[in-house]
């Protein structure tokens, strides 16, 4: 187990205001360290109509940019799991950036889409690593200082994500779209640098102690890592002109994968996905609901700003300066999800963060219809808030809905589920632009976090019936 102290420490440590300042001084040192990570989120959305250009592709292909990084990102996230549950997350973080640095340079490089993705992936995997190293490194501190630095995480991440679309189009105005798929290998000397300068704050932070965890599941991790992608490659096989027989064998493939994991369940209660976390009450919920406001988001990032460009009839650089507005939301989002939390309930917020995702993807769908700029930049600015607390609310919910020796493995799980949903948001709606136009795909992604708020809601009231 990591980072996970007794009941008795936590509950003397929860009115200490050391550990307050702990939390937001942890927080702030995360904050910084994933900013480059989720920069590379929105910077390369701004430039896909030039990459489809410039590389001969359709620009629905160009989705799996966006989807092949999120892909990885979820499939990495249950091995980055436990990795932190034996390890701890300090040493997860630093390998995670190397690698988000390795796979950069490669996508920067790459002369063919085909590359670019395969670049994409590389860097994916390393942000899933690092974004469990972040997300489960408070999990160490109480309640209160643990949500002000989640907290602080997700503004960050949020308001990164939003002002990527600016730093895309300054990047790709600068020096051209390369360099905008080069830029997250910053992300590992700020991680270095910020390892320095914050020792004292990471000092403070309990650490690890060893987990009771087993030989890792090799089938199983296969099987989940194969159904995801299947779930993904399925959605995009109008945009990319797969052939017949390869959709079958994908379809096999993730039919199969169903098959495995559900005899895993049964025969490996402690494998790759362990049966007592996964039969955690609410925990399937909670990442479903994460998971789907996260398809909303990215399926939002996907289109808004090629339409923001058509609208205003300017480059990159200036359809990332009009969205930056949606940053500023982010940010309020960060200031106040703790309080909000506080009041009203992590599982409230959670539907209304869903329910405000599914409006936002809805919204962008609208100035198709002639209803103006200005809306599409509010609808992609309501989605931010959904993205930026999400992540913080799910992975808060995680150490009390599981016992203390499972919290990183299921944080690890159903930070899979959330990212998985920012896989398939841009898939499905590349997928769907050629059947059904902006406004249908959109309203099929809006779908799922309007789902996910009938779930939350379902099982809110379970909860009070029992």
């Known amino acids: 187990m990591t980072d996970a102290p007794c009941v008795t420490t936590a509950a003397a440590a929860e009115a200490s205001p050391d550990a307050e300042q702990t939390g937001a001084r942890l927080g702030l040192l995360l904050g910084i360290a994933v900013l480059p990570l989720f920069v590379s989120v929105g ?80 860097g994916g995997a390393g942000a899933g690593a690092a974004t469990i190293g972040a997300f489960t490194l408070p999990g160490a501190l109480p309640a209160r200082a643990r949500l002000r630095a989640l907290g602080a995480v997700a503004a960050a991440a949020g308001t990164a994500s939003a002002l990527g679309t600016l730093v895309g189009g300054a990047l790709d105005a600068w020096a051209g779209w390369r360099v905008v798929l080069a830029f997250p290998a910053v992300a590992l000397p700020v991680l270095l640098l910020l390892g320095v300068l914050g020792r004292r704050t990471l000092r403070a932070v309990p650490g690890p102690r060893d987990a009771e965890l087993g030989r890792t599941d090799v089938v199983g991790a296969a099987a989940l890592t194969t159904l995801a992608a299947a779930a993904v490659v399925l959605l995009q096989t109008r945009a990319v002109g797969l052939s017949t027989g390869t959709v079958g064998l994908v379809a096999v493939a993730g039919l199969v994968a169903v098959v495995v994991v559900r005899r895993r369940l ?86 209304g963060l869903a329910a405000l995702t599914a409006l936002g993807a809805v919204l962008v769908a609208v100035p198709v219809a002639g209803a103006g700029v200005v809306v599409t930049v509010a609808g992609t600015a309501v989605t931010v808030v959904g993205f930026a607390g999400a992540q913080a609310v799910v992975t808060g919910l995680v150490p009390d809905l599981v016992a203390a020796d499972d919290t990183t493995v299921a944080a690890g799980l159903v930070n899979f589920v959330v990212f998985e949903g920012g896989a398939v948001g841009p898939a499905a709606v590349g997928g769907l632009l050629g059947v059904v136009g902006v406004p249908g795909a959109l309203g099929a992604v809006a779908l799922l976090p309007a789902v996910a708020v009938v779930a939350v809601v379902v099982r809110n009231r379970r909860v009070a019936a029992s």
């Open 43 to 122: 910077a390369p959305s701004v430039t896909l109509p030039e990459v489809a250009t410039a590389l001969g592709v359709p620009f629905g292909a160009t989705a799996w940019i966006l989807a092949g990084w999120s892909l990885t990102s979820a499939a990495t996230m249950p091995l980055a799991g436990r990795w932190a549950a034996r390890r701890g997350s300090r040493g997860l973080l630093v390998a995670g950036m190397a690698v988000v640095a390795a796979g950069s340079v490669v996508a920067a490089l790459a002369p063919t889409l085909a590359l670019v993705v395969v670049g994409r992936l590389i």
């Open 266 to 351: 049964r025969t490996r209660p402690d494998g790759f996905v362990p049966r007592r976390v996964v039969a955690a009450p609410g925990l399937v919920v909670a990442g479903a609901a994460g998971g789907a406001v996260f398809a909303g988001y990215y399926g939002v990032l996907f289109v808004a700003p090629s339409l923001v460009e058509h609208a205003v009839g300017g480059g990159s650089l200036v359809a990332g300066a009009v969205l930056v507005p949606a940053a500023a939301c982010a940010v309020l989002t960060g200031r106040v999800l703790g309080p909000v939390v506080r009041r009203a309930g992590a599982w409230q917020v959670l539907g």
